[in-house]
């Protein structure tokens, strides 16, 4: 999907070091999503050790101690990434888009929960501040 096809603007949003969880599970796998590039109300970027197929259905996941959500969609594209080419990699992985399912009735929810996530202290205390007034 090239950029100019996207219906919504994605922002950049920092997962690592949360203590809320973010995962991807993909069949009878699930990956913690160190790493979410990305995210729009229609869709996310995000980096998986393994390669999806285009097509093929996910489910992400977001996880506090309280409550857990989910959305599901479909990878759109996996790209490979070579271990040097992401600074923040520790090992080769793949950068893929999934798009969210415009029917899936959480995806609201899914987004009230990360507007919270994005506006905690937490968050913003860790220099985190740039997707809050984006997703807001």
Same mark, same amino acid.
């Given at each position: 999907?090239?950029?100019?096809?996207?219906?919504?603007?994605?922002?950049?949003?920092?997962?690592?070091?949360?203590?809320?969880?973010?995962? $991807?599970?993909?069949?009878?796998?699930?990956?913690?999503?160190?790493?979410?590039?990305?995210?729009? $109300?229609? &869709?996310?970027?995000?980096?998986?050790?393994?390669?999806?197929?285009?097509?093929?259905?996910?489910?992400?996941?977001? !996880?506090?101690?309280?409550?857990?959500?989910?959305?599901?969609?479909?990878?759109?594209?996996? !790209?490979?990434?070579?271990? &040097?080419?992401?600074?923040? /990699?520790?090992?080769? &992985?793949?950068?893929?888009?999934?798009?969210?399912?415009? %029917?899936?009735?959480?995806?609201?929810?899914?987004?009230? /929960?990360?507007?919270?996530?994005?506006?905690?202290?937490?968050?913003?205390?860790? &220099?985190?501040?740039?997707?809050? %007034?984006?997703?807001?």
């Amino acid at each position: 999907m090239a950029l100019e096809d996207r219906k919504h603007r994605r922002t950049p949003l920092n997962t690592r070091g949360a203590t809320h969880r973010f995962h $991807i599970e993909v069949y009878d796998q699930r990956y913690t999503l160190d790493g979410i590039h990305d995210i729009s $109300i229609s &869709g996310t970027g995000i980096q998986v050790p393994n390669e999806i197929d285009p097509g093929t259905p996910v489910k992400v996941v977001y !996880s506090t101690p309280d409550f857990t959500v989910s959305v599901t969609g479909r990878t759109v594209w996996c !790209s490979p990434i070579p271990l &040097g080419l992401d600074s923040k /990699a520790e090992q080769p &992985g793949y950068r893929t888009g999934v798009q969210f399912e415009p %029917s899936d009735r959480n995806v609201m929810l899914f987004f009230t /929960a990360l507007k919270d996530y994005i506006t905690s202290p937490a968050y913003l205390n860790s &220099g985190n501040d740039n997707a809050s %007034s984006a997703l807001l």
